[in-house]
């Protein structure tokens, strides 16, 4: 019994690293031809966060950069929202940046 039960956990985690790697590839792969398809740099963070968003099936994306002399987070990037949110959730490292970022 237990070495069935062994076999199982076995297969199930080299299932779910080949499923992980295989996420990863077509991520990095998408990345490498946006890179070459994008005509400036806004489109390519656009469609970067775009790839990452569908990736992750999130609802929606944000990517912030840090300005010229870092002094401030700069919203560069939104996905498209599928879902509205009545709530607004700010990730707990989020909060300690300026209200005009969040």
């Known amino acids: 019994m237990r070495d069935q039960l062994h076999f199982c956990v076995i297969l199930t985690l080299n299932n779910a690293y080949y499923q992980v790697r295989e ?5 990095f792969t998408s990345y490498f031809a946006l890179e070459l ?7 390519l963070l656009r469609r970067f966060l775009e790839t990452l968003v569908h990736v992750c099936k999130a609802d929606a994306g944000r990517l912030y950069m840090l300005n010229e002399d870092s002094s401030q987070w700069v919203l560069r ?8 949110c009545r709530f607004r959730i700010v990730p707990d490292w989020l909060r300690n940046f300026p209200s005009n970022v969040i």
Do not use: K
């Open 77 to 84: 990037a939104v996905s498209p929202i599928r879902n509205l």
């Open 23 to 27: 996420a990863e590839h077509r991520l």
């Open 37 to 43: 398809e994008s005509r400036n740099l806004e489109e």
